[in-house]
């Protein structure tokens, strides 16, 4: 017989239905994993959902005009995100500016001019250590070397040094990234010209690598407007009724305010709580979307 | 030349931020262990350096972070771990391609949401069943936690399962395997580097996370194992020392950086752990 296992001979009839039995058994409990797995994902999709509809519940009653124009007060009621919000956009900002021109230089020298040896092995190893360090170690060190070692102070440069700091690894590793993909056919075209490795770097892969370098300097932003532990440590101000007018002035930031709000007992806290969740949960939508808009117009060019 | 040296000094400062923590950490917890014995501040079982009678044992800190990350750790392995394998081995490309962005957006919402979600939404629910528990609870803060980092658990073991060869699974499959067999007897074990790290890591994540033990969790230290109680973990105890009225340069205040320091090496080996994992079975297929 060619095919001594297949169990269609008369012979083999007993055997085959204990099969044909087990194999049933197996289809079930296939399908019942299948379930499981799904049930899973639809959970953690749910849970998301909850979570927003819960906030949105909660927030969108107190949500006016005035919400985003007001200082905060001790009533619910006047209270206002204004301080928090021009707070947040000082340190963001500053952090930007500050963490672009370190974070790229840095992915330059490893990708470009580092020699492969273990001195740039350990600069590598190290940047993927700051990357899991907890927000809050960044929130000590700010608070022993930038407000009391510097004597800065509480003020908005303070916390936007240490958020650079915090958010350095990830533009590092974004433009890293950005760089590798550019190939090395167009570096070598450069070479054969006679350009330099600094010329090849500033006039070829540097512009073709900025759309990969913004989307990923805009998601490391979003991770530093919704940073709270280590804004606590250098800022430690809830309750503050001006706008910073230059990086020396005292500050407060809208996860600090949501946090100082969530920590009231009275329930009308909880609204305006929720109100500066929305405000904060649109900031970062709009940030990512424009990460995506980047990258998908960028993914377009390349295609042509 | 000029412009390189300028490179190599931004690359620099990533050195120097390492050596800063480090230093920082060291330099001020010296000053605490010169008054507190290490001995002492790591078996100690009380936890009360702002009164009175003071104690400085950190295992109620400890144990409630521990107790906090293990509740987000079941939630996270088996719901993360149970998604992973949905997208990677049953989900059509089109609910994928809705899933994963859905996945990003709840892991890049700001740990203040999840703490305000925990408080005003989740232990209520809590109160409702346990009847005796009060507002601030390991439960709560555990379980939405959970929620936070199970999409770190799903994307990082889903890319491992990816990786894993196409051949593999066609094997099984001509074996007569069901799909369910055949991710878990051959995906799973092959991807098991992968999801073994993403784990470590998501759970050195929960231990460091701040915001939503210091809003849910309360701020009691209790050596405790029933997830009922208010606890107090290490990040919240931070916390609340940095927004109290504690000076600068006391015992009371130095506290902080000894458990900052305690801390910092808990999640640092849990990294280091991870990504050796990672190293050790990646080159498994090539």
Known sequence: ?????????PQGTGRSRAANRHLGRRKVRDAIFYGLFLGSIVL?????????????????????????TTYPSRHADESGIKAALYGSLWVVGLTGII?????????????EFAAKNWRTTVIQVNISNLAGVPSIIYGILGLAVFVQLLGLGRVVIAGALTMTLL?????????????????????????????????VVKTIVLPLAIPGIMSGLI??????????????????????????????????????????????PQEDFRGIAAAGII????????????????????QRRRGE | MVAVWTLRIAALVSIATTIAIIVTLLRESAGFFAEVSVWDFLTGKTWTPMFRDKSFGVLPLVMGTILVAAIAGIVALSVGLASAIYLSEYAPDRARRIIKPV?????????????????????????????????????????????????????????????????????????????????????????????????????????????????????????TFNPLEAIQAMTAYIVQVSLGETPQGTIEFKTIFAVGLLLFMITLAMNAFGRWVVYKFSEKYE
């Open chain 1, 167 to 199: 958010v350095l690894p990830i533009v590092i590793v974004a433009t890293q990234e950005a760089i590798k993909a550019v190939p090395d056919s167009y570096r070598n075209a450069g070479f054969a010209i006679g350009a330099t490795r600094w010329q």
């Open chain 2, 103 to 223: 996945l990003e957006v709840l892991a890049g919402i700001p740990t203040v949401v999840y703490g305000f979600f925990a408080l005003t939404f989740v232990s209520p629910i809590l109160q409702d069943i346990f009847p005796d528990m009060i507002v601030f609870s390991a439960l709560s803060a555990g379980l939405v936690m959970g929620i936070m980092i199970m999409p770190m658990v799903s994307t990082l073991s889903e890319d491992a399962m990816v990786a894993v060869p196409r051949s593999l699974r066609d094997a099984a499959y001509a074996l007569g395997a069901t799909r369910f067999e055949v991710a878990t007897k051959v995906v799973v074990p092959a991807a098991l580097g992968g999801i073994i790290a993403s784990f470590v890591l998501a759970l050195s994540r929960a231990i460091g996370e701040t915001m939503i033990v210091t809003v849910a969790a309360g701020a009691t230290p209790n050596l």
């Open chain 1, 279 to 298: 405000v904060l949960l649109v900031m970062l939508l709009t940030m990512n979307a424009g990460a995506i808009y980047i990258r998908n117009k960028y």
């Open chain 1, 1 to 9: 017989m060619a095919f001594p296992g297949r169990g269609s001979s």
């Open chain 1, 44 to 68: 953690g999709i749910g849970a998301l959902a909850v979570l927003l509809i819960d906030i949105l519940t909660d927030g969108l009653p107190w949500l006016t005009f005035d919400f985003i």
């Open chain 1, 219 to 264: 998601l490391a932003l979003s991770r530093a407007i919704g940073e709270s532990a280590p804004m606590i440590m250098i800022s430690a101000l809830v309750f503050l009724t001006f706008i910073p007018q230059t990086p020396g002035d005292r500050f407060t930031v809208m996860p600090i305010q949501i946090f100082n709000w969530v920590a009231q």
């Open chain 1, 99 to 111: 963490s672009v021109p370190l974070g790229v230089a840095t992915a330059i020298y490893l990708e």
